[in-house]
C-alpha cells in the first residue's frame, strides 16, 4: 500500500533514525512537544472558558483573545514540529495506531471548529466588553473547542499506551 511505504520511506530518514537510536533525543523532543500543547491548551482554555461565560468575565472577550493568541500560535508551531519529528521515528507503528488516528481527526476537528467561529461568531468579538455574555453561537465553539482539546490531549496520552 502506498501509506505504507511512504510512512517507511519517512521513518527510515537519516534524522527519524536520530531521533529513535539517541537515547536522549526523543525524551527531549517528546518534553518540548509536552510543553508547546500545555501552552497551547492552557491558553485556548482561557478563551475558551471566557466564552463559555465562566472566567475572565471581568476582561472584554477581544481584548483577552488579541492578548493570548500569539501565545497560542507560537506554542501551537513548536508542538506540530516536534510533534512531527516524533511521529517521523515510528511513523509506521504511529501511522497505524487507533488513537494516533483519533487525534489528529480530534485536531482537524478543532480547527474546523475555530475557523467556524472566526468566519461566523467573532466578526462581533470587540462588542463583548468585560461582564457581556456572549451569544450562543460563540459559548457552543467556547464549549466544543473545549471538548475538542480535552479529548486531543486524551488521545495523545493514550498512543504512548497502546504502541507495539
Not at 502506498?2 to 533525543?25: G, K, P
Not at 514540529?81 to 521515528?89: E, H, Q, V, Y
Not at 507503528?93 to 475555530?114: C, E, S
Request: proline content about 2%; charged content about 15%; aromatic content about 12%.
Amino acid at each position: 500500500m502506498w501509506l505504507d511505504a511512504l510512512l517507511q520511506s519517512l521513518q527510515d530518514t537519516s534524522f527519524a533514525t536520530e531521533i529513535r537510536e539517541n537515547e536522549n533525543l526523543f525524551p527531549w523532543i517528546e518534553s518540548f512537544h509536552v510543553l508547546a500543547i500545555t501552552l497551547v491548551v492552557g491558553t485556548i482554555s482561557i478563551v475558551d472558558l471566557r466564552l463559555i461565560g465562566v472566567a475572565s468575565m471581568d476582561r472584554a472577550a477581544g481584548a483577552l483573545v488579541r492578548s493570548v493568541v500569539k501565545i497560542t500560535w507560537g506554542a501551537f508551531a513548536v508542538a506540530a514540529l516536534t510533534g512531527g519529528l516524533l511521529f517521523s521515528a515510528n511513523a509506521s507503528t504511529y501511522g497505524h495506531n487507533f488513537f494516533f488516528r483519533g487525534k489528529l481527526v480530534l485536531l482537524a476537528l478543532a480547527g474546523l471548529n475555530m475557523a467556524f467561529f472566526h468566519l461566523f461568531s467573532a466578526a462581533d468579538l470587540d462588542t463583548w466588553g468585560a461582564g457581556a455574555t456572549p451569544p450562543f453561537r460563540a459559548r457552543l465553539a467556547g464549549a466544543l473547542s473545549l471538548t475538542l482539546w480535552i479529548c486531543v490531549i486524551g488521545f495523545g496520552r493514550w498512543v504512548g499506551f497502546t504502541l507495539k
